[in-house]
């Protein structure tokens, strides 16, 4: 770990960083691993119930309730296509920890397919890292929580402590 500057603030000059130089890129995803699979199974249940209105037996068909019909049906199903998609891998940020240029980006993917970054913070920038639980959390100088990612594989996770060790205070 660098030298730490007069303020208390973060590091004077970091030591260059040893690894091989290789980004670890972490994608975001529920706290729970639950939370997708119920979601896509009520969403699946509000697409049936929405076409179950037009296609059961014994669905009036008057023409004061085809409207009333109408609206619920595609409500139903617009409620479920959007419950299903929710947690889509492809919809999903990614964080890329990059040691070449000491910094963190969170890239999202355009409606071409290409990423773009939306956030871009550099390591002397962070407070502290705290690794626990198959977790990585990143906290500001102030305490407050940056941004926590499920790290669920052991070799990223120990590539992601590897790199940040020398250029961040780490908490284990």
Same mark, same amino acid.
């Given at each position: 770990?660098?030298?730490?500057?007069?303020?208390?603030?973060? !590091?004077?000059? !970091?030591? !260059?960083?040893a690894?091989?130089?290789?980004?670890?890129? /972490?994608?975001?995803?529920?706290?729970?691993?639950?939370?997708?699979?119920?979601?896509?199974?009520?969403?699946?249940?509000?697409?049936?119930?929405?076409? =179950?209105?037009?296609?059961?037996? @014994?669905?009036?068909?008057? =023409?004061?309730?085809?409207?009333?019909?109408? @609206?619920?049906?595609?409500?139903?199903?617009?409620?479920?296509?959007?419950l299903?998609?929710?947690?889509?891998?492809?919809?999903? !940020?990614?964080?890329?920890?990059?040691?070449?240029?000491?910094?963190?980006?969170?890239?999202?993917?355009?409606?071409? @397919?290409?990423?773009? /970054?939306?956030?871009?913070?550099?390591?002397?920038?962070?407070?502290?890292?705290?690794?626990?639980? @198959?977790?990585?959390?990143?906290?500001?100088?102030?305490?407050?929580?940056?941004?926590?990612?499920?790290?669920?594989?052991?070799v990223?996770?120990? =590539?992601?402590?590897?790199?940040?060790?020398?250029?961040?205070?780490?908490?284990?």
């Amino acid at each position: 770990m660098g030298q730490i500057d007069f303020a208390g603030l973060g !590091p004077v000059a !970091p030591e !260059p960083y040893a690894g091989d130089g290789t980004p670890v890129h /972490v994608g975001f995803g529920p706290r729970f691993a639950l939370v997708p699979v119920f979601f896509r199974f009520i969403g699946t249940f509000l697409i049936l119930v929405a076409a =179950a209105m037009w296609v059961l037996p @014994g669905s009036a068909s008057d =023409a004061d309730l085809v409207l009333m019909k109408l @609206g619920a049906s595609l409500f139903f199903l617009f409620c479920g296509v959007a419950l299903v998609m929710i947690h889509h891998e492809e919809n999903a !940020p990614e964080v890329c920890f990059d040691p070449i240029r000491r910094e963190l980006r969170v890239l999202v993917k355009s409606a071409d @397919g290409q990423p773009h /970054v939306v956030l871009r913070r550099g390591y002397d920038s962070l407070g502290r890292v705290h690794f626990h639980n @198959g977790r990585v959390e990143l906290y500001d100088f102030d305490g407050r929580l940056l941004l926590g990612l499920r790290v669920a594989d052991p070799v990223r996770r120990a =590539a992601l402590e590897n790199q940040l060790r020398q250029l961040v205070n780490l908490c284990s």
